[in-house]
């Protein structure tokens, strides 16, 4: 199986940075697109950024030159760097890939647990 664990949420100001990390264990095959996505209270989960396995990346309008997502294919573990925080950006982050676990599993969709993001002065 493979597990994601998201880590470097938490409560910042208006204007402030804060960096979320997405580390996948379990010794996955392969690890081909990996994203962020984000819900906010009463709405739904919607995406923030992706990038592929040679990083391709794609943006969300309301983040784009803001937020930078990266990875490192080494550690299996994926960033994004979050700047210029506005209110509009709380939410609970959600960490994503899409995963190969063995040879002989198939590809699937992985989740991590979330972490929470308050931008609030």
């Known amino acids: 199986q493979v597990q994601l664990v998201e880590s470097g949420g938490g409560l910042v100001q208006p204007g402030g940075s804060l960096r979320l990390s997405c580390a996948a264990s379990g010794n996955p095959f392969s690890i081909y697109a990996m994203g962020w996505y984000r819900q906010a209270p009463g709405k739904q989960r919607e995406l923030v950024a992706t990038i592929t396995s040679s990083g391709s990346t794609v943006y969300a309008y309301s983040v784009k030159g803001r937020f930078t997502i990266s990875r490192d294919n080494a550690k299996n573990t994926m960033y994004l760097q979050m700047n210029s925080l506005k209110p509009e950006d709380t939410a609970v982050y959600y960490c994503?890939?899409?995963?190969?676990?063995?040879?002989?599993?198939?590809?699937?969709?992985?989740w991590g647990q979330g972490t929470q993001v308050t931008v609030s002065s």
């Open positions: 994503n890939a899409k995963a190969k676990p063995t040879t002989w599993l198939p590809t699937n969709d992985y």
